[in-house]
């Protein structure tokens, strides 16, 4: 599904949107026992290294269910599901046999995947066709399987197709020194790809960004200028999203930032 418009896709699934979908995931509701929940998760479909089952690496951990064989390998997907602890496919030396918990998928929906390319984008110049951002969620993003999930807010028709871009400067990946702070930036922008005369609303995108390579690269000049401080179990890197947040009627940028730090050096030196 291209351009994934949480706003439609939330009322076609009967659920509901509200402030971030990062920081929700997480929560369930309780159900009949306190061994069931329900809540939204975020994964990326795999195989099982124990069993070669299909296993979404998710949110919640490692977790299959029946209904997935529509569901494609490698594919990203945000997912209303249950969990029965009670089952016994649940029991604890059942899940320690198939490395997995089962769950009941109510609904998915298949996000686009983006790469972060190492050439970054001129960042004074207006791209053909961009669309500001208004807001850019808080830290907390997931990272699963060497995808960032994450989420924007874009005032815009509703149908409206959005390409997004993700870049950094590969040519040196040095952190940016603020402060006595070190920053490593990326660039998140957006384009149309069609045009609308609809009334303009906020529409949520939330797109997966193959960061893999970025953040290899990042931890390891990290981990090199901390030197004898660096710690493999604290040590965070600080990367700073950057976007468009005002384009003027004659094409001048405004940038704004958020950053991440929630993001351990250690998980990414022995790629």
Not at 140 to 146: A, C, F, L, R, S
């Amino acid at each position: 599904m291209s351009n994934y418009n949480i706003k439609k896709e939330m009322k076609k699934l009967g659920l509901f949107l509200i402030a971030s979908v990062i920081s929700f995931i997480s929560l369930t509701s309780c159900l009949e026992s306190s061994n069931v929940s329900e809540g939204y998760g975020l994964g990326v479909l795999q195989y099982s290294s124990k069993s070669y089952t299909p296993v979404l690496n998710s949110t919640l951990g490692i977790v299959s269910a029946s209904n997935m064989g529509d569901m494609d390998i490698n594919s990203c997907y945000y997912f209303y599901y249950k969990l029965d602890l009670d089952l016994p496919e649940n029991a604890h030396a059942v899940v320690e046999a198939n490395g997995y918990q089962t769950i009941t998928i109510y609904d998915k929906v298949e996000l686009d995947k983006y790469y972060l390319s190492s050439s970054l984008t001129d960042t004074s110049i207006m791209m053909s066709g961009e669309v500001p951002v208004y807001d850019a969620y808080e830290s907390g993003n997931p990272y699963i399987d060497e995808y960032y999930f994450i989420s924007q807010i874009v005032k815009m028709p509703s149908d409206l197709q959005l390409t997004w871009h993700m870049s950094y400067d590969g040519d040196g990946n040095i952190a940016v020194v603020e402060k006595g702070e070190r920053y490593y930036d990326v660039f998140v922008r957006a384009t149309k790809r069609n045009s609308s005369d609809k009334t303009e609303e906020n529409v949520q995108h939330l797109n997966a960004y193959f960061v893999r390579d970025f953040l290899k690269n990042a931890a390891n000049n990290e981990r090199n200028a901390l030197g004898s401080n660096y710690s493999e179990t604290s040590s965070k890197l600080r990367i700073r999203f950057n976007f468009v947040s005002e384009i003027s009627d004659e094409g001048k940028l405004t940038w704004k930032s958020k950053t991440e730090e929630s993001v351990y050096v250690g998980m990414f030196l022995s790629y």
